[in-house]
């Protein structure tokens, strides 16, 4: 999830910390002191140091019932260079400058070129891998190493998943929407078998989780 670099360094508890409110969206400090195993003071010590160095942002919600308001914790836009992915900013800006130098589709042929690519390289990687479960679950570590916050996964019924927390392309995205679908083709082509895709709120502080269910029996789901 971290870059190593990062998990290497940072507390225990801040990984614990970020990776739960990347998880479950705005958290507020009694959850957050439930998951790290901690006290309220110094869950909201921790917090705290967070929002001060630039990666948690720091609310309060007036209660339903008398008291003081409750303080919630969410991830700070800085939050992201955590994870390992490239600068949302310098993507864009390059991807613009290619449709000012080679005209208005040049983004999305480098964008289609980079899916592509992805998934030609992620093919050849889980190829040697037959057992259905154990290909997803590399894949989603493939995903990991690139910046994204997923976990594979298996419903009841014996679906199998890819829960994904953040994305570093999001505002990619934002700005050209048809790289969603590629992005979505290539996991299907790594894969080796049908998928679909699905988004599912997540709760308070606007967060929202990625769904990828697959079907190794060739049959899509929906």
Not at 40 to 53: D, I, S
Not at 156 to 185: C, D, K, S, W, Y
Request: glycine share 6%; with cysteine; net charge neutral.
């Amino acid at each position: 999830m971290f870059q190593p670099v990062i998990h290497d360094l940072i507390k225990r508890q801040w990984r614990e910390i970020l990776e739960a409110i990347i998880r479950c969206g705005a958290q507020p400090v009694r959850s957050i002191a439930e998951i790290t195993g901690t006290s309220y003071m110094t869950a909201k010590e921790h917090c705290e140091k967070l929002a001060k160095a630039g990666y948690l942002l720091r609310t309060r919600t007036p209660r339903t019932e008398i008291g003081r308001p409750e303080i919630f914790y969410s991830l700070a836009p800085g939050a992201s260079a955590l994870f390992g992915n490239p600068p949302a900013d310098l993507a864009l800006s390059l991807l613009e400058h290619a449709r000012t130098m080679f005209g208005e589709h040049a983004p999305e042929k480098i964008l289609f070129r980079h899916f592509e690519t992805w998934a030609e390289e992620a093919s050849q990687v889980l190829a040697v891998i037959s057992t259905p479960a154990t290909r997803i679950a590399r894949l989603a570590a493939l995903r990991s190493e690139t910046g994204h916050v997923c976990e594979p996964g298996e419903t009841p019924a014996g679906t199998l998943l890819i829960t994904e927390f953040h994305n570093p392309l999001a505002q990619v995205f934002a700005r050209f929407p048809h790289a969603l679908a590629m992005e979505t083709n290539a996991l299907e082509q790594a894969a080796g078998f049908p998928m679909d895709r699905r988004e599912i709120p997540a709760g308070r502080g606007g967060h929202h989780r990625v769904v990828f269910e697959f079907s190794p029996n060739g049959a899509r789901l929906r």
